[in-house]
């Protein structure tokens, strides 16, 4: 009986070390002769693989990384070459450190490198991020824009300023006809917009148009986060955050304040449909009022505030 019980406790003590990557779950969709998306935990991952081996784009979140490279071997058991980082947040760079370790070249934006070494503070998250360790870093780092020639394919990535964050590229693959959005496109739900890394509403729509502007019907999007899309997806993204930006714009030249223009529900039409599964509709009005008013960090909402304003306003109507 009791060894019993100790084979319970050890079976489930075992369980629960191995739960995280257990729980993961990835998933590879083949676009082109070269081209595959992989989906597991944190950013979409893209993966070119071909006669010169393979690279990828992104590399989700640390923990997961040997499932991650599991997933990749299915699809070619031959070397990584290089990692090309969309931007610098922990869900697409988790793998650097392994990868980058075991000989791949790691490629990035300038900015991606400047933030990965030095400490990072973010307000929206309310965490603190220490500088990557040495092997995590981009050994090539780009200002414009950068061209990777390999597996038959000339691959452009492409930097626009002041995005999701302010090192944000898209990486187009003109032969297989895909663009790699990272964060600069949230597929399916409202998208997180980096103000405390230099990123702006504005940025994330120049994105999506410079996309587009690549783009054709038939041009398979990967988004950073959310299910594969095709262009008009894309369209679609860029036409609301086009119509809530505006929309709040009309709210702030009547004068209205942040607290009122969150109250008057700007974003109503799309609340139901992509505001319930991460980024609430009060932060993304945020995102756009700040975007709009070149506030650099976000705002956080303060309960105190809010019931101030209440108080006040019934003030005033008594
Ligand atoms: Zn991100």
């Given amino acids: 009986m009791r060894s019993l019980l100790l084979l319970a406790v050890l079976f489930a003590s075992i369980n629960g070390a191995f739960a995280q990557d257990k729980a993961v779950e990835f998933t590879t969709i083949q676009l082109s002769d070269t081209i595959y998306m992989l989906k597991g935990r944190g950013g979409n991952v893209g993966i070119s693989s071909g006669k010169d081996g393979l690279y990828i784009i ?18 070619s058991d031959k070397p990584i070459k290089f990692v090309i980082n969309t931007h610098y947040h922990a869900d697409h760079t988790g793998g650097n450190e392994a990868i980058g370790g075991a000989g791949a070249v790691i490629i990035a934006h300038d900015n991606i490198r400047k933030r990965m070494t030095t400490e990072q503070v973010s307000i929206f998250r309310n965490t603190t991020t220490p500088p990557y360790p040495k092997d995590a870093l981009p050994v090539v780092t780009f200002n414009d824009r950068m061209t990777l020639h390999f597996n038959g394919e000339s691959a452009t990535a492409y930097y626009v300023a002041s995005g999701h964050t302010d090192g944000d590229a898209i990486i187009h693959f003109p032969a297989s006809n ?25 940025g994330i729509i120049e994105a999506a148009d410079l996309a587009l502007s690549l783009a054709d019907e038939s041009t398979r999007i990967i988004p950073g986060h959310g299910p594969l ?30 607290q009122q223009i ?8 799309w609340d139901e449909a992509l505001g319930k599964t991460w980024i609430t509709p009060p932060q993304f009005v945020t995102f756009i009022y700040n975007s709009l008013e070149g506030i650099p960090h976000f705002t956080p909402l303060k309960e105190e505030e809010k019931e101030e304003e209440k108080e006040e306003e019934k003030e005033k109507v008594e």
């Fill in 262 to 269: 969150i109250d008057a529900k700007p974003t109503s039409e």
């Fill in 58 to 75: 992104d590399d989700q979140v640390k923990p997961v990384t040997a499932g991650l490279l599991k997933a990749i071997r299915k699809v």
């Fill in 178 to 202: 895909v663009i790699h959005m990272g964060d600069m496109f949230f597929n399916g739900l409202y998208p997180y917009v980096d103000l405390d890394a230099g990123g702006s509403m504005q």
């Fill in 229 to 258: 899309g095709m262009a008009e997806d894309l369209m679609n993204y860029r036409d609301y955050l086009i119509q809530a930006s505006t929309n709040v714009q009309l709210l702030i030249d009547e004068g209205k304040n942040l």
